[in-house]
């Protein structure tokens, strides 16, 4: 798949067929992750896969906007150290593991880590060591239904020529 279709077809997708995901895969996707640019060449982030039906639907619980990770075939939680740009860097290899998921037709979303209430009981369930901080979880699963994407904004309406 071309650049411009990964990012075209990439969707958040909630529910997914019960079909484990390859063990290669995920290392695919990790390792799209760990490529992300990165201020500083720090590579702050840590990557942890979720494949245990238990904790999946631990994190399902915990984090109230992602409960559909419990039906999920995998979770990538992407953890950076506390650098100055851990946020940016975090996001970069969450935003890389999502197209690397539109490519291989893997269904997957990005559910809010960082500022939310719940990042420390996922970091403690997860066993994270105290000086990471979470940026994201990524569901992760065969797309029960084709989807497509769909945006409201028109290239028309957001692009701007040398000012606004």
């Known amino acids: 798949m071309e650049t411009f ?3 075209s077809k990439r969707v958040s997708i909630r529910e997914y067929k019960s079909k484990p995901i390859e063990k290669t895969l995920l290392e695919k996707l990790v390792d799209a992750g760990r490529r992300a640019p990165t201020a ?3 590579e702050p982030w840590e990557f942890v896969v979720v494949e245990n039906k238990e904790t999946l639907k631990k994190l399902g619980e915990i984090a109230n906007t992602g409960s559909f990770i419990k039906d999920a ?3 990538i939680a992407v953890f950076s150290k506390d650098t100055k740009y851990y946020l940016e860097d975090g996001s970069a290899a969450t935003e890389n593991i999502l197209l690397a998921c539109a490519d291989l037709g893997i269904g997957a979303c990005w559910v809010a880590g960082d ?3 719940y990042v420390g009981e996922v970091s403690r369930l997860l066993g994270a060591p105290s000086d990471l901080r979470l940026v994201s979880l990524v569901s992760l699963g065969w797309p029960k239904e084709k989807t497509e ?3 409201n904004r028109k290239l028309k309406d957001v692009i701007h020529w040398d000012k606004f």
């Open 5 to 7: 279709d990964s990012i």
């Open 40 to 42: 500083r060449a720090v």
């Open 73 to 75: 075939a995998g979770c």
């Open 115 to 117: 500022k939310k209430p």
């Open 149 to 151: 994407q769909v945006k």
